[in-house]
């Protein structure tokens, strides 16, 4: 499946990843869904419109009951840039039934010769927004959740993960020298290069900076071994407007600590969705 996924983004080949997808499957990416035959077609040529043939310099891959997540770490056909693009899969590792996809689309412009509004304009119109499907007021009849009560106390990794989260759910910043290996390498959307502990505390705090009532919500977990996928969103209002911005975030822990975070949104998708945010400014 990781050769599968590889080779459709890497070579156009694009039967071999076909034949595994149940004919009911979606691809979800830039806030979109889309089914039928014909959805590897439209992302797999907006794919090479803008980025080309590229090299895969490093992937992960995280394996945990019928969740197959899979990390590309992809450099440009023009060499102007590295790509981070995550797939996470729903699959008996035979078929694959659902496919939830995240690209950095400021690394993608980065890296692209096209200019911002026209990688903007070409990708998919994001789905409407339901708001009571997200609101926080309305989810707060039951615990909130926390890593811990998704994989259980019991688990190895619960502590540390708890502390990782309430570094976003409680803007509890003192974790990240606490949880985090003191060279801990950290990949944060929009920046070409892995970056060192401060981006992250600065990254978390510009976001809650520009929000009120900010909200973090978990949606799934996946631990294989010291690697751990995790799909969460952040919600919250921006002035008169309420934002809901899905990240997936990848951690490597090695010893306790935290040696590789690389914590990925779609940019360009959410800037498309909330053209008057600068919450990326």
Known sequence: MLDSIINAFTKGDLADLNAKMLHSAYWA???????????LNTILANWFTLAGKCTVLDYQTVKHNNHYVVHLTLESENKNGTINYIFWLETDQRVI????????????AAASMYELKQISDSLLTADPLIISDYDQQDHLQDD????????????????????????????QLANIDKFYNADAVINLSSN????????????VL???????????QLEDIAIDGQQVAIKWFLDGDEASTKIRLPFITLLTIENNKITNDTTICDILAFNKSFPVSALFI
């Open 206 to 216: 510009s976001k809650a900076n520009k929000l009120t009532r900010s909200f973090t």
């Open 97 to 108: 039934k659902s496919v939830q996809a995240l690209v950095d689309t400021a690394q993608l």
């Open 192 to 203: 070409k290069h892995p970056q060192k502990k401060a981006l992250l505390f600065e990254f």
């Open 29 to 39: 990416q830039h806030n979109a869904k889309l089914y039928g035959p014909e959805k």
């Open 144 to 171: 909130i959740a926390w890593p811990s009560k998704l994989i259980g106390k019991n688990n190895e990794q619960a502590e540390i993960l708890d502390g990782w989260w309430a570094i976003w759910s409680q803007k």
